[in-house]
């Protein structure tokens, strides 16, 4: 059964950093893509960033671009999101979320894993 935990989230002031993690149990694919994903009330889900385990390609989306990294430590099998020079507009629900694959994949439909979220929120 696969499982995973997110942590890191948190309260920051504008301009602040954090660093998030989620844990990944039971997800054994070689070839995979995991991605974070983040909704805020009364919109819709929407992809941050994704990582494909072939090659080491990313995606981001165009808000986040040089500001948050996602990457992971195979060993520990636990990806990351480093979140850097936040704003008011980046606080949400920051998901977790994975499935096996030959590519990027950057839709909330195309992932059938999901953690249970971290609240980020970055006051002004």
């Known amino acids: 059964q696969v499982q995973l935990v997110e942590s890191g989230g948190g309260s920051v002031q504008a301009g602040g950093s954090l660093r998030l993690s989620c844990a990944a149990s039971?997800?054994?694919?070689?070839?995979?893509?995991m991605s974070w994903f983040r909704q805020a009330p009364g919109k819709e889900r929407e992809a941050v960033a994704a990582?494909?385990?072939?090659?080491?390609?990313?995606y981001y989306a165009d808000s986040v671009k040089g500001r948050f990294t996602i990457d992971k430590d195979n060993a520990k099998n636990t990806l990351y999101l480093q979140m850097n020079s936040l704003k008011p507009e980046d606080t949400a629900m920051y998901y977790c979320a994975a499935r096996p694959g030959f590519r990027l994949y950057y839709r909330a439909e195309d992932f059938g894993h999901w953690g249970q979220g971290t609240q980020v929120t970055v006051s002004s």
């Open positions: 039971g997800f054994t694919y070689r070839y995979n893509c």
């Open positions: 990582i494909y385990s072939g090659d080491g390609n990313t």
